[in-house]
């Protein structure tokens, strides 16, 4: 069984940053395709962020593309989304998701596609 322990939201001024993170427990980073999605109040799940299994080649959505950006430090075992220039219309419940599966690029932006999810962790952009 893989959980998921994300950290890292909080409050933050627009254009500000904040870098969220995502430990697994049970599976090490390196064995799972882990991507980003976020809830706003009153709205439904979004895919954010994510990177396919093979050919680095990374999904993003048009709303945070030149924005967002996913890393993974193996030696920490952890995933990471890093978000820069933040609008408050990014404030939600961010979640990280991960599969030991290798989906393809229109899977990857699917919450049915991940067996795996964190908590999830508030971002609040405001001034």
């Known amino acids: 069984q893989v959980q998921l322990v994300e950290s890292g939201g909080g409050l933050v001024q627009p254009g500000g940053s904040l870098r969220l993170s995502c430990v697994p427990s049970g599976r090490t980073v390196s064995t799972l395709v882990m991507v980003w999605f976020r809830q706003a109040p009153g709205k439904e799940r979004e895919f954010v962020v994510g990177?396919?299994?093979?050919?680095?080649?990374?999904v993003t959505a048009d709303s945070v593309k030149g924005r967002f950006t996913v890393s993974r430090d193996n030696g920490k075992n952890t995933g990471y989304l890093q978000m820069n220039n933040l609008k408050p219309e990014d404030t939600a419940v961010y979640y990280c998701?991960?599969?030991?599966?290798?989906?393809?690029?229109?899977?990857?932006?699917?919450?049915?596609?991940?067996?795996?999810w964190g908590q999830g962790t508030q971002v609040t952009v405001s001034s």
């Open positions: 998701a991960a599969t030991l599966g290798s989906p393809i690029s229109s899977s990857l932006r699917s919450a049915s596609t991940y067996e795996y």
């Open positions: 990177r396919k299994r093979s050919g680095g080649i990374t």
